[in-house]
């Protein structure tokens, strides 16, 4: 499935203040796609105001009016240091 965080390019820009970047995706691990093995937090609003949460296996939401302000966040990594 397309990542819809950098929209299949791998890469996402950036800005902040007057500064502009390009940075690798963190959600696909500048591959393009997610794996629709594994499962990602995600938000977005209903369009009336009710934002929802969901943890799960990526969403198809190309095109769906019902997903505004989607967004996928990437996979933190369990490290044990101890």
């Not at 934002?51 to 967004?71: A, C, H, M, R, S």
Request: glycine share 10%.
């Amino acid at each position: 499935m397309i990542c819809q965080n950098c929209k299949g390019n791998g890469y996402i820009r950036v800005s902040w203040e007057a500064e502009k970047s390009i940075e690798q995706c963190k959600v696909c691990n500048s591959q393009g796609e997610t794996k629709e093995s594994l499962h990602y937090h995600q938000s977005w609003d209903d369009g009336a105001g009710s934002p929802t949460i969901y943890y799960g296996p990526p969403l198809d939401v190309e095109g769906d009016e019902g997903f505004k302000n989607y967004k996928i966040y990437p996979i933190e990594s369990n490290i044990n240091n101890s």
